[in-house]
């Protein structure tokens, strides 16, 4: 699918410090898609806000770095440093805590709050998190194997509570269960600095990674700048999502059916299409994004020859490309 961007913008300038109040950062193992969702009460009108918040490498993972967070938000362009030099979530916290760059604007890493998740090489997800104690209450991060969900100045636990059930009972693409999750919080007061308004929050946002989609432009990136109080803007996130879906969805689908079995596998590999779906060709790469050489016949594949590990099979068809990850046992 084409990359779509659909912001509603009001562009102002920059603030010096930002604070993103509830967020979900996750991966999706079996296809190697990764997204991050959020939303605040803080004033923030800028169409690129989003960015101050989270960052993402394809394929590999992703962090969110929120509550006192200064702009630039050279924590966060560290974290990524890290996470490129291969460091796990957790890896990744112990060292911003030790090296926090935050300057003149609250220089301690217990203002901070970071919720992490990446894959491993052998593909397996990864998550860690971290609120310190001088963040805003309520305050919480909580983890699963395939997520991080954190906030501040929440109205209280409820928020957390709600967005995990609903990210964990949504079935559909990562994007949507990310959507979901921020209906959990779309009540007035999640952010409690919106209580008075009768909002969860004022701006809004989703961003979601293919795994072949290269670093800063994903598939897909929604954004709502700060509206005026009594506008939800979870709402109008919903409804650029709900836009964002209608468009080229007959190929989305096709290529959604696409499947590898088993899955891992030890020597033979089989690549099942959806109806009137022609392939048209295919390259094996490892998870170094090297290119590998195999034996094809059809939708058949002999792999017995390569080393344990995780791979990514590289399918161009007549409804677009999709990667495909899967295991060798």
């Known amino acids: 699918m084409k990359q779509v961007l659909l912001i509603t913008s009001?562009?102002?300038?920059?603030?010096?410090q930002a604070q993103d109040t509830f967020s979900i950062i996750a991966v999706d193992p079996e296809t190697g898609d990764i997204g991050s969702a959020g939303a605040s009460c803080i004033n923030l009108n800028n169409s690129n806000w989003d960015q101050w918040i989270t960052d993402i490498i394809p394929g590999r993972g992703g962090v969110n770095s929120q509550a006192y967070v200064c702009i630039p938000n050279?924590?966060?362009?560290?974290?990524?440093d890290r996470m490129s030099a291969g460091d796990s979530p957790q890896e990744i916290?112990?060292?911003?805590?030790?090296n926090d760059a935050c300057g003149s604007q609250n220089?301690?890493?217990?203002?901070?709050?970071y919720?992490?998740?990446d894959f491993d090489l052998a593909g397996n997800p990864r998550s860690?998190?971290?609120?310190?104690?001088?963040?805003?209450?309520?305050?919480?991060?909580?983890?699963?194997?395939?997520?991080?969900?954190?906030?501040?100045?929440?109205?209280?636990?409820?928020?957390?509570?709600q967005m995990e059930f609903n990210f964990n009972n949504t079935s559909g693409t990562l994007a949507d269960r990310l959507m979901a999750a921020l209906q959990g919080a779309n009540f007035p007061g999640a952010d409690s600095r919106c209580l008075s308004s009768g909002t969860s929050s004022r701006a809004a946002y989703m961003v979601v990674?293919?795994?072949?989609?290269?670093?800063?432009?994903?598939?897909?990136?929604?954004?709502?700048?700060?509206?005026?109080?009594?506008?939800?803007?979870?709402?109008?996130?919903?409804?650029?999502?709900?836009?964002?879906t209608t468009l080229g969805v007959g190929d989305a689908e096709k290529l959604n059916q696409i499947k590898l079995w088993p899955n891992p596998v030890n020597q033979r590999l089989n690549l099942e299409l959806a109806h009137e779906v022609i392939l048209q060709q295919v390259e094996l790469r490892?998870?170094?994004?090297?290119?590998?050489?195999?034996?094809?016949?059809?939708?058949?594949?002999?792999?017995?020859?390569?080393?344990?590990?995780?791979?990514?099979?590289?399918?161009?068809?007549?409804?677009?490309?999709?990667?495909?990850r899967f295991v060798k046992s």
Do not use: C
Request: aromatic share 10%; charged share 20%.
């Open 10 to 16: 009001l562009i102002l300038g920059l603030s010096v």
């Open 128 to 161: 860690a998190g971290f609120t310190g104690s001088l963040t805003d209450d309520y305050k919480e991060d909580r983890q699963g194997p395939t997520y991080s969900i954190q906030g501040n100045i929440l109205l209280d636990q409820s928020v957390i509570d």
């Open 209 to 244: 990674y293919h795994a072949e989609d290269t670093p800063g432009e994903p598939y897909l990136r929604l954004v709502v700048p700060a509206q005026s109080p009594g506008i939800e803007p979870i709402d109008l996130l919903q409804g650029l999502y709900d836009d964002f």
């Open 93 to 98: 916290i112990d060292w911003l805590m030790l």
């Open 286 to 324: 490892n998870i170094l994004g090297q290119k590998q050489s195999f034996n094809q016949s059809g939708t058949i594949f002999e792999v017995a020859h390569l080393s344990p590990g995780l791979y990514l099979l590289e399918v161009y068809t007549s409804a677009g490309k999709r990667i495909l």
């Open 74 to 80: 050279v924590n966060l362009e560290n974290a990524m």
């Open 115 to 117: 919720g992490i998740v």
């Open 107 to 113: 220089f301690n890493p217990e203002y901070r709050q």
